[in-house]
């Protein structure tokens, strides 16, 4: 009875806390932080669990262990990018003793160069996925500003068209400029289906099984 006591106080105490003004930076951080995590292992566990179970090969367990390291990495990393962004922008303001739209550009700056600086696979995938977003981004705001004019005609057929020839034409001839994994999936589509040896690896499987060719 005693410890049900006690449990109820402590949920209120911490009910109590959170439904304080003056606490509300300081714990905006602290759920930002809990977000990021949530957030990256939702999005990478899907991602590494069809991408290893595809193109990785090995035991069963190496195969876990890479999606549980590719998991925690992202989730890792992103819970620090907001808890560090979120703190260097109330910090800011704080200082200045107001918001400025250069606050959250400097605070993301420091943040993706402490967090997303260093170069491997899950930042570079990161990092890659934002810069599609922004180029559409910032293409989006100069219209809108008048920097460019307004296209007369819809320019997402051209821009595909260049994006797709442009990334086969580096996978054919210049592969080792682009991300494993999508140098993965590009032979899976585009060199894979050039080969096969009967119709077990020309339609239910991708290549033939070990020891089916003998």
Request: glycine share 6%.
């Amino acid at each position: 009875m005693a410890g049900s006591e006690l449990y109820k106080t402590l949920i209120f105490t911490i009910n109590n806390i959170l439904q304080q003004e003056k606490y509300k930076a300081a714990l905006a951080v602290v759920k930002g932080f809990r977000n990021g995590a949530v957030y990256g292992a939702k999005i990478r566990a899907p991602h590494a669990l069809v991408m290893t179970f595809l193109f990785r090969s090995g035991s069963l367990r190496d195969k876990v262990k890479a999606i549980a390291q590719a998991t925690y990495t992202h989730s890792r990393n992103l819970a620090c990018f907001v808890f560090t962004y979120k703190g260097l922008q109330t910090l800011q303001q704080r200082l200045q003793g107001k918001a400025c739209q250069s606050h959250s550009f400097l605070a993301a700056c420091l943040g993706g160069w402490l967090v997303f600086g260093e170069n491997n696979n899950i930042n570079s995938q990161i990092n890659m996925y934002l810069l599609s977003r922004i180029l559409f981004g910032l293409s989006r705001l100069a219209v809108e500003k008048g920097y460019i004019p307004q296209p007369k005609k819809d320019p997402f057929p051209l821009f595909a068209a260049l994006v797709w020839g442009i990334v086969l034409w580096l996978f054919e001839y210049h592969p080792h400029t682009l991300q494993p994994s999508l140098q993965s999936s590009m032979s899976y589509l585009y060199h894979d289906s050039n080969v096969w040896h009967d119709i077990s690896d020309f339609l239910v499987y991708n290549k033939p099984r070990a020891g089916a060719q003998k």
